[in-house]
């Protein structure tokens, strides 16, 4: 068998050691120079009365405390000066810890707590779960595994811990009151499972009050007021094999401390729910006004589409005076313009008569509050009877119909009727133009309709000046592009560089009611998010709480090794978690009360008042998430910063 030379300089030495703690403005000496050396192969017992320096020269030793004067060398070199990260990285491959209390995480396995230690190591998975169930077969527990900490006895809990603490093959083993909470069997199984450690060739510091604990190392230490007093060797050290570690230790990753937020997320399943569902209201409050400003405006274009076609809309040109129609003089550029808009198919000129006009037919008539020349915003499924208007022809609505005939308003269709039409003259004077015109069919609608070319016509036969005052654009394509189009025809500038086209008839008004639509919803939302500030408060305490309960947790990770990130990143997980879930049953029970709403709705309109999108359930989630991870931030920084000694000393 090969064995390690023995090097002239000591594996681990302490270099005057001198530590003070400043309370209420007083200095108490706990370490007054502290000089000693060790070697690999040690069983060491740092033995002395309560509040003597045992416990804070193991801190200096772990990497855990470094506000103390002197030096701690390890194979030469200086602990003192290590930045954080490099006291991590010295803790996860270098020491390893038995505890009084044994200091296990009560939501893990058995298996699961000695995989603590493992994933932070070059391992692969598969690896790690071998080497796991090699230790607690080692330590005689290959049957517990699967068992959570608080169904095992107190020797168990410390085979747990010393299985853990072997997993990343550490050179220092910090021991401190190792069989304090134990009986007389299990005190001398763990001691001795920790002298074969020291076999192995691992330095064993115990700190300890037992006297049986001492005679059982290799070597005693005393300590008595912060000085070394006594300094006995039992026997020799254990010889060191030179034998490469078998793997590295690396920073835990993303994927490990998400696994160990899971864990904690579902071990503390019912009070997370509650939160969750809590998070989960203020969300489904903002989803469902989003479905509803959806339905109720997918509603209105229903009810106006229903009429007119949403392909085909109407411009005119900004006057004055909104009435002066006649004022309306659309240039080659304006029409130009518009044709090369993209998705622009077809510009026809539309002629709107403002002042309206009469039917006649014998001695009954019909007053006609809205005339305009036919044009594809009328869709011919409207016309219930005949067809569209030709020459010298007119399409009357049904409303019109019946104030002519009453009793039988389709029976009009065909009949030869006078037609008056109220216009304005010559130097600006209301005039009337006229004509007997042939009744092409009845429609539904709110107005009648006569052919572009018989109205001008009709003008040009009293000699007046006849020119468009609407143009009809017909837009290819879906639905989806009428806005566009129509925000490019505002955009339109004339010579002047004014923006002097408008949208006007059932386009206009259906664009002015869904911004009110969405204006409303948009206040609706508003206040529904309040409730979401309220979610993220409570998620906040939640998380403050959460802290404060895993004090010694968080003290047992640093201890092993883990980085003031992966801290940070375990409850900020954790908050991920509840802000998913928050977020899907927010999307389930949105969907649910969507199902119920249009079901009523379906019976009394015939459509669905609430529409949630995918696009809404996603956004959703994401705001969810994203007010989980901003609530999450302060806590999780708060977590980051505890104190591993004074975590570690918490009850």
């Known amino acids: 068998m090969h064995y390690k030379r023995r090097k002239s300089m000591a594996y681990l030495q302490l270099v005057d050691i001198k530590k003070t703690y400043h309370v209420d403005n007083q200095d108490f000496k706990v370490l007054k120079g502290i000089n000693l050396s060790f070697e690999r192969g040690e069983f060491v017992s740092i033995l002395g009365e309560s509040g003597g320096g045992k416990t804070t020269l193991m801190n200096i030793i772990a990497g855990l405390d470094s506000d103390y004067s002197g030096d701690a060398l390890i194979e030469g070199k200086s602990l003192k000066h290590d930045t954080t990260k490099q006291l991590d990285e010295y803790r996860r491959s270098t020491i390893g810890f038995i505890f009084q209390s044994f200091n296990l995480i009560s939501h893990l396995t058995v298996r699961e707590n000695v995989l603590v230690s493992l994933e932070m190591t070059t391992l692969s998975h598969k690896q790690q779960l071998e080497r796991a169930d090699e230790l607690l077969d080692k330590v005689g527990l290959a049957d517990h595994k699967n068992k959570c900490p608080n169904q095992l006895s107190g020797g168990q809990k410390q085979r747990v811990s010393i299985a853990r603490t072997l997993a990343s093959d550490p050179d220092i083993i910090i021991a401190d009151e190792p069989t304090g909470a134990l009986d007389v069997q299990n005190t001398d199984e763990i001691l001795k499972l920790m002298n074969d450690i020291a076999k192995d060739g691992k330095l064993v510091l115990a700190v300890t009050h037992s006297q049986i604990v001492a005679d059982y190392g290799t070597r005693i230490v005393h300590l008595a007021n912060g000085l070394i007093d006594d300094d006995k060797v039992l026997k020799p050290a254990f010889p060191v094999k030179d034998e490469p570690r078998p793997f590295k230790a690396k920073v835990a990753s993303a994927k490990s401390i998400a696994v160990m937020a899971w864990h904690h997320f579902t071990y503390n399943l019912k009070r997370n729910l509650l939160i969750t569902f809590g998070a989960s209201i203020g969300i489904f409050s903002v989803i469902i006004m989003l479905g509803l400003g959806n339905g109720v405006k997918g509603y209105i274009n229903h009810e106006i589409y229903s009429q007119i076609n949403p392909n085909t809309i109407q411009v005119t040109e900004k006057t004055a005076n909104d009435d002066q129609a006649s004022k309306v003089n659309f240039s080659k550029h304006d029409i130009n313009s518009i044709k090369k808009i993209k998705d622009v198919k077809k510009v026809t000129n539309g002629y709107y008569a403002m002042g309206g006009g009469q039917l006649k037919d014998g001695n009954k008539s019909a007053s006609l509050s809205f005339l305009q020349t036919f044009n594809n915003t009328i869709k011919k499924n409207t016309i219930k009877t005949g067809t569209v208007p030709g020459k010298d022809e007119i399409l009357i609505s049904k409303s019109d119909a019946e104030k002519l005939n009453k009793k039988h308003p389709y029976a009009m269709k065909g009949k030869n009727i006078s037609l008056y039409v109220n216009v304005v003259g010559k130097n600006s004077q209301p005039q009337i133009v006229s004509r007997q015109v042939k009744v092409s069919g009845v429609a539904d609608g709110q107005g009648s309709s006569i052919s572009y070319d018989t109205l001008k016509s009709m003008f040009e036969a009293d000699h007046l000046t006849f020119k468009p005052n609407f143009l009809a654009v017909d837009i290819a394509g879906g639905v989806q592009n009428v806005e566009p189009v129509q925000d490019s025809i505002k955009s339109i500038k004339n010579s002047q560089g004014k923006h002097n086209l408008m949208i006007t ?77 928050a977020a899907i049953l927010a999307d389930v029970i949105g969907y649910l009360i969507e199902f119920g709403i249009n079901h009523v709705s379906e019976s009394a309109v015939h459509y669905s008042l609430v529409q949630i999108t995918a696009g809404n359930a996603i956004f959703e989630i994401v705001v969810s998430v994203v007010i989980c991870l901003l609530a999450a931030l302060a806590p999780a920084r708060k977590a980051a910063k505890v104190d591993p000694v004074v975590s570690l000393s918490a009850e």
């Open 505 to 581: 008839g059932a386009g206009s008004i259906v664009s002015t009611l869904n911004t009110y639509v969405n204006l409303a919803v948009s206040v609706l939302t508003t206040i529904a998010a309040i409730s979401l500030i309220v979610s993220a408060i409570m998620i906040i305490v939640v998380l403050y709480i959460s802290v404060s309960e895993r004090t010694k947790e968080i003290g047992i990770l640093r201890a092993l090794g883990f980085t003031k990130r992966n801290i940070r990143d375990l409850f900020i997980f954790e908050s991920f978690f509840i802000g998913l879930f």
